[in-house]
């Protein structure tokens, strides 16, 4: 199967890479990119010949989290329209969540918002020395609501707490410190710590890697369908409120919103 916003490169050994490729969009997800993450998630893990997937992204950027277009058409809906997207986005991120193979995330630059999601859905994410972080949603008059579950069990809520509010960025020895990174590599050694990552899993039974990160998820207390339909309702809410207009209004027009200083 082809897809528009990805690539997929499969190797012998049983290691898959799923590159993000929407380089000339930073790699921001779209709608369209929501829903091709999904297929590709189903399809990899009907996929026998494939034993570990590398979450990678083509270009300087690895995830610049949701596409300004589809954002904006998010403000233009009406609730039942914004409840509809934030759930894609909300069922995309737990489709990875729940990844029978193991998922690692090769972070070569920056993530905001969204793609601090993608990364706290992943089971080891290394990060190169220099990329930098931000949870950017409160400077937009928003909330990291969708990805609030996965970002928060990623972190806990202590460090959750440090960077969900401000919208500071971080570099990688932080997110390292947040819990959010599990590994930083020089930018030169960064594909090999990577592979040398993946192919540690290549020397376990299959069948009992799946079943150890069922296991680890089921312990952890996976998201709720409570959590779930709480955050997607909150950001819904968010979208409605006066804040949120002005900031998005001021984000296009390229024009300072009242709040910032």
């Not at 997929?8 to 049983?14: A, N, T």
């Not at 990678?56 to 589809?70: H, I, Y």
């Not at 928003?142 to 969900?164: C, D, H, K, S, W």
Request: one cysteine or more; hydrophobic letters at 40%.
């Amino acid at each position: 199967m082809t897809y528009a916003t990805l690539d997929i490169e499969r190797s012998d050994s049983g290691i898959t890479t799923l590159w993000l490729a929407r380089e000339d969009k930073h790699n921001a997800m779209s709608a369209q990119m929501m829903d091709e993450l999904v297929r590709t998630a189903d399809e990899l893990d009907e996929d026998d010949s494939t034993r570990v997937v590398i979450l990678a992204a083509k270009g300087k950027t690895f995830c610049a989290g949701g596409d300004l277009t589809w954002m904006q058409a998010q403000a233009d809906k009406d609730r039942t329209g914004k409840i509809e997207e934030a759930r894609r986005l909300a069922d995309m991120l737990k489709r990875l969540d729940s990844l029978k193979k193991p998922l690692i995330a090769r972070v070569q630059g920056p993530a905001y918002g969204g793609g601090v999601g993608l990364m706290s859905v992943c089971d080891l994410v290394v990060a190169a020395q220099g990329t930098k972080f931000s949870l950017t949603e409160t400077r937009l008059g928003l909330i990291p609501a969708t990805i609030g579950p996965y970002v928060v069990r990623r972190m806990g809520e202590g460090n959750a707490r440090q960077v969900f509010m401000n919208a500071k960025a971080f570099g990688p020895e932080r997110a390292q410190s947040l819990g959010l990174v599990s590994l930083v590599a020089p930018v030169e050694d960064l594909d090999a710590i990577v592979q040398e990552e993946a192919r540690s899993y290549l020397n376990c039974a299959p069948g009992a890697v799946a079943d150890a990160k069922a296991l680890a998820c089921a312990l952890a207390r996976m998201p709720s369908s409570t959590q779930i339909e709480y955050t997607i309702g909150k950001l819904a809410d968010r979208w409605e409120t006066q804040e949120a207009q002005d900031g998005i209004r001021a984000f296009f027009a390229k024009e300072t919103p009242a709040w910032r200083k």
